[in-house]
């Protein structure tokens, strides 16, 4: 591994507290919080990936049994929407390249700043890529109940539902999920001092 600058050294030796962190120990707990990281981004990648399948799975059998062509478009409409949550989060995940050990401090440091930001920017446009293409779907479903008969209460009540479960959604991605992103990176910030990131 190539040895920091001084000043670099000087900066990563040095927290709020006081207590000298040396380069090596420094490089391990990056590395163990990009473990981490990429753990929690496996499992959630998992998840994405099984419910995908049992989305596409149902709704393309359901498709099969649809008795109009409105249900149908909008089964196979959501069964595609299982696939391609699928194949976007494959794609993403295969785009992102781990930091190497062998790196700098302040490389890998980037490295590992450089995740965070691209999961940031991700769950920033989760409603393009995975809320508004399931709503449709689900409008789709809503709009067909009427031509089985469902009241015009029902259906505003049925979209109403689907509006507030795919808000929520987007509420857990890109509020909830992105805060907690943040102050992940900013937590990173501090450990290394560079305390201009941390905001």
């Given at each position: 591994m190539t040895?920091?600058?001084?000043?670099?050294r000087d900066l990563w030796q040095s927290d709020p507290g006081?207590?000298?962190?040396?380069?090596?120990?420094?490089?391990?707990?990056?590395?163990?919080?990009?473990?981490?990281?990429?753990?929690?981004?496996?499992?959630?990648d998992l998840r994405e990936?099984?419910?995908?399948?049992?989305?596409?799975?149902?709704?393309?059998?359901?498709?099969?049994?649809?008795?109009d062509s409105l249900s149908r478009i909008a089964c196979v409409w959501i069964a595609?929407?299982?696939?391609?949550?699928?194949?976007?989060?494959?794609r993403?995940?295969?785009?992102s390249r781990n930091p190497a050990p062998e790196q700098t401090l302040a490389a890998y440091?980037?490295?590992?700043?450089?995740?965070?930001?691209?999961q940031i920017r991700l769950l920033k446009s989760a409603k393009y890529w995975y809320v508004l293409p399931f709503w449709i779907g689900l409008m789709l479903i809503a709009t067909a109940s009427l031509?089985?008969?469902?009241?015009?209460?029902?259906?505003?009540?049925?979209?109403?539902?689907?509006?507030?479960?795919?808000?929520?959604?987007?509420?857990l991605n890109e509020v909830k999920g992105v805060r907690n992103l943040r102050a992940k990176r900013a937590e990173l910030a501090a450990l290394t001092g560079d305390e201009g990131e941390s905001k």
């Open positions: 040895p920091p600058t001084d000043e670099l006081g207590a000298a962190v040396s380069p090596l120990e420094l490089l391990h707990q990056l590395e163990q919080r990009t473990r981490n990281f990429e753990g929690t981004i496996r499992r959630r990936t099984i419910a995908g399948v049992l989305v596409a799975a149902f709704f393309a059998w359901h498709a099969i049994l649809a008795g595609g929407c299982g696939v391609w949550v699928i194949f976007y989060l494959r993403y995940s295969r785009a440091r980037q490295a590992l700043r450089d995740k965070y930001d691209r031509e089985h008969g469902a009241s015009t209460t029902r259906f505003l009540l049925t979209a109403i539902w689907f509006t507030a479960a795919n808000a929520l959604v987007w509420w």
